[in-house]
């Protein structure tokens, strides 16, 4: 059985994921949710449209799945100390899973339409199906889950696939978000991004994408609780040739799949080729972390990764004040490179932050809020037996 101590390899990828999540996401801040899929309706210069292919292929679809991956990781240590406590497991995991939905359902109705709470909430409660299962049954349902995604990837990108919208019906979407998004009143943008929608879906539509949704994701879930079992990211120091084996075939066969949609009609795999590149990733951080533990950017990362939720909102309320009507209101204005190197910028006071809030406090405001709610307590935790463990 794991131990319960933290492991601090696993704060800092969550920090690094949080990195590339935030880089990824300046798309959707600056380009709208469907905007950043139409890019070419914004006219790009050649040098942001480099720019543009490079988050594409490097870090979209890439680092969302390491952050799922430490999910269902992070899952099975916290079973592993709801037992060392003798606690009912599957009670205090539900009331987890209820009030990430909560934050997820707040965060997109009143912030920002690229929320990801409301998913992993819906994700958290399917795996309480699992997290109990044996090592080989865990992976024979990732097995099955990946193979399904591999499957509907490519019958959703064949040719005589349906399309989601017509040109006229998101030209028309983008030319009306453009004005609102760049000068419109708080309440014109929340109006504006809960009310309207190019895909113009019914109740039982959208109910049926919120529902699937969670079975898309749920392969590297899954695959984050085996690695879990399996112990990967523990005794990092007797891993470490492991490590780098793992990621020296898994990155270049990632980038190689993420870029076959450039040369082909193969979009499927660009898909399955951002989960492989994020796995390759972990790994190659791992290895990284294994050599430079003492290094001022790994503990950066780690202290992140401690405030991965209270970081995760806070990154939303900085970009939509930075792109928003309602704040300075560079919506479509600032270019993509410029917005990389924000981005990068606004980690870094993110880093400076949580060196200052851990200073002070043992966690952050969010992740306290979520443990009294899962606890029904104050203290935010039971009675301990043992020492406390990266959730």
Known sequence: MINSQRISLIDAIRGFSLLG?????????????????????????????????????????????IFAFIFGYSLVLMVNKLEDRGLPIKRYLFRRFIMLMVFGILHSYFLWEGDILL?????????????????????????????????????GSSEDGFELYSESTINSYLNETLPIYQSGTYHEITQHRNNKDPLDLGDTEALFFLLI????????????????????????EINKERYKQAFLYLIPIGLLLKITPYFSEMI???????IVLAVGY???????????????????????GKL???????????????????????????????AIFLGIAIFILQVFFSIWYMARFKQGPLERLLKIVVYLSFKSKPKMKTKDVAV
């Open 119 to 155: 998913a992993y909430g819906l994700i958290g409660i399917l795996l309480l199906f699992f997290v109990k299962r044996k090592v080989k049954t865990i992976f024979i349902w990732f097995i099955i889950f990946f193979g399904l995604l591999f499957l509907g990837s490519f019958a």
């Open 21 to 65: 999540i935030l880089l990824a996401n300046l798309l959707i801040f600056q380009y709208g949710i469907y905007g950043k899929d139409e890019i070419t309706f914004f006219h790009l210069t050649p040098f942001d449209m480099f720019g543009y292919h490079i988050i594409h292929i490097l870090i979209e679809g890439s680092f969302m799945p």
């Open 268 to 274: 499927a795999f660009s898909e399955v080729g951002g």
């Open 308 to 338: 991965s939720l209270t970081n995760y909102i806070l990154q939303t309320v900085i970009c939509t004040f930075i792109f928003y009507g309602y704040g300075i209101g560079l919506f479509a204005r600032l270019g993509v490179w410029f």
């Open 282 to 304: 972990i790994f190659l951080f791992a290895y990284l972390y294994v050599v430079y533990q003492k290094n001022v950017i790994v503990y950066a990362f780690e202290q992140v």
């Open 213 to 236: 949704t969670p079975v898309v994701l749920l392969p590297i879930f899954l695959f984050g609780i085996y690695a879990g079992k399996k112990e990967w990211l523990q005794h990092f």
